[in-house]
């Protein structure tokens, strides 16, 4: 069964230091992946994804997310947190299971906390 | 944001009540879809369609039906609300050229009483 997982519920982290949100994903083709972020009473915005190419791949907001096929990751990441990225924070695969329906599988979210 | 739309952002009605929100899109997409967000559930696929004449259930359709009135339009109705379709509700769109990356709107606050 193809699946995404969020170890952490929430994460939390001091402004200035580094930030990781982790990802894991289980799918039966090529991983496509995404990040989302959903701010308070927002919708969901596209920080970055994955098709293929290099493992690095940056987005929006100065966040990158990190691919390991070894490892079935997709770690989203940014070196410098601020207070505005205190988010929730969603990871999601292509849906392979019926085709090219476009369908996205979404993790179960990560809030993220940035303290001054 | 401002490309998907949905109304009502709020909405607060009883038990048995038959609901409707709307999606509008100005993209330009194909493809629909609605989903609801819960609280440690992450995002959960109701309904999607391809054109309007393709609509397909996703994961967790009972309860609820769908109408595709034209290409940029999506309504998600309740038929009898009940109170655990309380939820956060959310439109996306996308195109079959985009890689699956999807747009969301702003979502509908339900709260069924």
């Known amino acids: 069964a193809q699946s995404v997982a969020q170890p952490e519920d929430q994460v939390n982290v001091a402004e200035g230091n580094p930030l990781t949100v982790k990802c894991t994903y289980s799918v039966s083709g090529n991983p496509y992946l995404f990040w989302y972020v959903q701010y308070p009473n927002r919708g969901l915005q596209f920080l970055l994804k994955y098709i293929t190419g290099d493992n690095l791949v940056k987005g929006s907001y100065g966040f990158e997310a990190e691919f390991n096929k070894s490892q079935t990751s997709f770690h989203l990441k940014k070196p410098s947190a601020l207070v505005s990225d205190s988010a929730l924070y969603f990871c999601?695969?292509?849906?392979?299971?019926?085709?090219?329906?476009?369908?996205?599988?979404f993790g179960q979210g990560t809030t993220l906390q940035v303290k001054p | 944001d401002a490309d998907v739309t949905q109304t009502p952002r709020n909405r607060i009605t009883k038990t048995g009540k038959r609901i409707m929100l709307e999606c509008s899109q100005t993209k330009g997409h194909d493809r629909m879809y609605w989903y609801r967000q819960d609280p440690g559930l992450g995002l959960r696929l109701i309904y999607y369609s391809f054109d309007v004449k393709d609509i397909n259930k996703g994961e967790i359709s009972d309860g609820y039906s769908v109408s595709r009135q034209a290409q940029a339009k999506f309504s998600l109705s309740l038929e009898s609300a009940i109170p655990n379709q309380t939820a956060l509700y959310f439109c996306a769109t996308t195109d079959s050229s985009s890689y699956n990356e999807q747009f969301f709107g702003p979502g509908t606050r339900l709260t069924v009483l």
């Open positions: 999601a695969v292509r849906d392979y299971g019926t085709g090219n329906t476009g369908k996205l599988i």
